[in-house]
């Protein structure tokens, strides 16, 4: 069993749908969470960082951490085409080695 | 100005060369890393050095060697080369120390292929 799971998908929506990915993961050491944007032929980029349990909104992004069932969710709400891209999950607990989700392939038609 | 660059952005080379690949940031981070990414875009650490120190040597084989001159610069020195290195190699930094759990920034990477 990997460290931390997350479906590949693909998963396609409509402009304007909420998106809804997740990641499951098995370590409770894990205290840093975070989303990240991959571009096709491109490196990860930040999207949202989030220490412990609880929620943070930055914009038309909400992430939400529950600790307690070891699941994580980022919510992507009016979504564009803009936003099709490959979005890994990623997790810390105490140094700055992460473990990666496998990554969700979100694809946004208009 | 890109924060984490590498080079070059693609190789293409034979079965049993030696290649390296560089990786320069402009962030004034202290740590940088190593990442390959294989075909189904899993994403895995190879190294890790803080303030020119190796700090994170995951269970990669000895063909792969990371060298850091700086902090601003880490490469990465694969001796015969193996069809299964065929990946992207992502290079990524980091502020602060092991337990400062600053969030890292990549580069673009550097697609390998093994022919």
């Known amino acids: 069993q990997k460290e931390v799971e997350q479906d590949p998908g693909p998963l396609s929506v409509p402009e304007g749908a909420i998106v809804s990915l997740n990641c499951t993961y098995s370590n409770s050491a894990f205290q840093y969470f975070m989303w990240y944007r991959q571009y096709s032929r491109k490196g990860p980029e930040l999207l949202m960082y989030t220490y412990s349990s609880g929620n943070k909104e930055d914009g038309r992004f909400t992430a939400q951490v529950d600790k307690s069932s070891k699941y994580i969710s980022l919510f992507i709400r009016d979504s564009q085409p803009s936003d099709s891209a490959t979005y890994l999950c990623a997790m810390s607990a105490w140094s700055y080695k992460l473990s990666f989700g496998a990554g969700t392939t979100v694809t946004v038609r208009a | 100005d890109t924060a984490v660059s590498q080079t070059p952005k693609y190789l293409v080379t034979q079965m049993g060369n030696d290649k390296s690949i560089k990786c320069e940031q402009n962030l004034g981070h202290d740590t940088m890393y190593w990442y390959k990414q294989d075909s189904k875009k899993f994403l895995k650490i190879m190294f890790s050095?803080?303030?020119?120190?190796?700090?994170i040597n995951e269970t990669v084989p000895n063909r792969f060697s990371p060298k850091s001159p700086d902090k601003a610069h880490l490469n990465l020195h694969i001796n015969s080369l193996e069809l299964g290195d065929s990946a992207v190699y992502f290079c990524a930094s980091s502020q602060g120390g092991q337990s400062s759990n600053q969030p890292q920034h990549f580069g673009d990477g550097t697609r390998l292929s093994i022919l």
């Open positions: 050095y803080n303030n020119k120190e190796l700090i």
